[in-house]
């Protein structure tokens, strides 16, 4: 099947800096992908350069049969996008926004981004100078889903929402998906691209993280055990308990560990009937999260 | 729209203040042929504004209204106006973080810049315009005589002066962020060529040579524009524009 998105060594700089390294990607069509990374890690950029914002340095990209040349219009017109950043017209109301929006997509995108407006609860007739940061970013949710196109672009489109407008964006995205939309998504939060993306790609210092590593990384965070205890455990405890059995790291009363395997039972075992080491609070194991996948590929704490 | 309704407040205002200060110096026009030998004298020490008398008294009122309406209204308002109505073009929209928004509906760069320049361009040019068509009206108010096309001719000449101005502040708001720092650089020159033209000996050097008495009496004179001025300005015009499209290409939001 031909992918939705083809895009073959894109590349950008910024003065003497590489902003995205030569990137490969395809996503098939009708899937949710999540793009993850840092902070500068690129995604932006790369989300840019892929609707024709940012002209790339090299590389070529296709969008739903269209070409990246010129200044990407005939991109642009199969392709919408939300951008991360929320600088709207304040003086407008939600409604004239969206029908500036709309301009050039017809009415049926107008009517349905309004249609969206209402689902969402915002006040159509509020000038938007006046919403909330979440309000905001909900219109440019909306005003990116209203036109039928076979892809959208979104960056960031769960930023400062509240867990409940994030689920409720979450399965509108799913609901586009299912009618056949390809969706690329940047995030932050890790939990919502590990529930909800078809598929999950990290950007790490402007380059994507090549797939063995990243599954590589999966497997490490399967053997990975986390014990919290009430209070710090003695370092000789721990040595008399796990020995060589598994790899030990100590913060404060968080007592992380990776196995050998993916079989926890020996370790919890030893855990039940160490006569020293107090019970564990809580004990986690194996999660695919992807707080844990994320720090096992960008070298942060997972917490 | 934001820039829609600065426009036309703009270009209404711009048109109001003009028509203002057209009403006052055509009502005036009596009482300063009168006093002409008075004004000759406080005009001494300057030999710039003596010669634009001269000029006054060769050329009748069409070159008394030229020195007050196109030379002093238009080429100062008109330029405060052409400058500010180019800066918020591109570098307002950067300024306010809109830009990204902007460039990502399903346009081309190329038509996003030509509706912004012709905006701009239609609400400083439609004043000058509007306002200069009222002199005829007016000068028979006060028993003289002037003709539509001179007056017209006058106004199209200053208008593609003004785009001169207006397309080199257009050229700096595509590749700025800031409309306040780009109009007051655009109006700051401005200022200087006007004051470089007061200055005896200096006065071919500044641009506002191209917009004064002598220019516009010709232009009456002739009965139509002068051609090769005429095609210079429109160049430049045309050149600033590209310059400004393909800046604009290379733009990031």
Redesign the interface.
């Known amino acids: 099947m031909r992918p939705a998105v083809a895009v073959r060594g894109l590349t950008r700089s910024f003065g003497g800096h590489i902003a995205v390294h030569p990137t490969d990607l395809e996503l098939a069509p009708g899937t949710l992908t999540g793009l993850l990374g840092p902070n500068g890690a690129g995604k932006s950029t790369l989300m840019r350069m892929m609707i024709g914002l940012v002209p790339p340095d090299a590389g070529s990209c296709t969008v739903a049969g269209a070409e990246l040349r010129g200044d990407g219009t005939a991109v642009r017109r199969r392709v919408t996008y939300a951008p991360g950043e929320l600088a709207l017209y304040g003086e407008l109301t939600a409604r004239r926004h969206m029908a500036w929006f709309q301009r050039g997509r017809g009415r049926d995108a107008l009517a349905r981004g309004l249609e969206l407006l209402r689902r969402l609860g915002l006040p159509l007739d509020r000038r938007v100078g006046a919403f909330s940061h979440g309000m905001k970013r909900l219109l440019l949710v909306a005003a990116a889903l209203a036109p039928d196109v076979p892809v959208r672009i979104l960056d960031e489109p769960t930023e400062g929402l509240d867990p409940s407008r994030r689920g409720e964006v979450l399965d509108l995205l799913r609901g586009e998906v299912a009618r056949g939309t390809t969706i690329l998504l940047s995030s932050h939060h890790l939990g919502e691209v590990e529930e909800g993306c078809d598929r999950v790609l990290f950007l790490r210092e402007g380059a994507l993280v090549d797939t063995d590593a990243a599954d590589a990384a999966r497997r490490r965070v399967r053997r990975a055990l986390r014990l919290r205890f009430a209070g710090e455990p003695s370092p000789a405890d721990l040595e008399e308990v796990f020995g060589n059995l598994a790899k030990v790291r100590v913060e404060g009363s968080l007592v992380h560990l990776l196995l050998p395997s993916e079989d926890p039972r020996p370790v919890l075992e030893r855990i039940a009937n160490a006569p020293t080491l107090p019970m564990p609070t809580s004990v986690r194991f194996g999660e695919l999260s992807l707080t844990d996948l994320y720090g096992e590929i960008y070298g942060t704490e997972a917490v | 729209?934001?820039r829609s309704?600065t426009l036309i407040l703009g270009s209404l205002g711009c048109f109001l203040l003009l028509e203002a200060m057209l009403v006052a110096a055509i009502l005036f026009w009596p009482q300063f042929l009168d006093n002409m030998g008075m004004v000759r004298t406080f005009a001494k020490p300057i030999p710039v504004l003596s010669g634009m008398l001269d000029e006054i008294d060769t050329g009748g009122v069409f070159a008394y209204i030229a020195g007050q309406h196109f030379f002093k209204g238009c080429s100062t308002l008109g330029t405060a106006a052409a400058a500010l109505f180019a800066a918020g073009a591109v570098a307002g929209e950067a300024n306010?973080?809109?830009l990204?928004?902007l460039?990502?509906?399903?346009?081309?760069?190329?038509r996003i810049l030509a509706e912004r320049y012709l905006a701009g361009l239609v609400a400083f040019a439609l004043p000058v315009l509007l306002s200069s068509a009222t002199i005829p009206a007016l000068a028979a108010h006060v028993g003289e005589s002037v003709s539509y096309r001179a007056s017209l001719l006058g106004a199209v000449h200053e208008t593609i002066f003004l785009a001169v101005i207006y397309g080199l502040a257009f050229l700096i708001s595509t590749r700025a962020s800031h409309p306040i720092s780009v109009a007051l650089g655009v109006i700051f020159t401005s200022v200087f060529c006007f004051a470089i033209y007061m200055v005896k000996g200096l006065s071919s050097y500044s641009p506002f040579r191209l917009a004064d008495i002598p220019e516009f009496v010709e232009i009456q004179h002739a009965g139509r524009l002068d051609p090769s001025l005429t095609a210079s300005m429109l160049a430049v015009v045309a050149l600033l524009y590209l310059a400004a499209h393909l800046s604009f290409?290379?733009r990031?939001?």
Do not use: H, N, W
């Open positions: 729209m934001g309704r306010r973080g809109t990204e928004i460039l990502a509906r399903p346009q081309s760069r190329a290409r290379k990031l939001p």
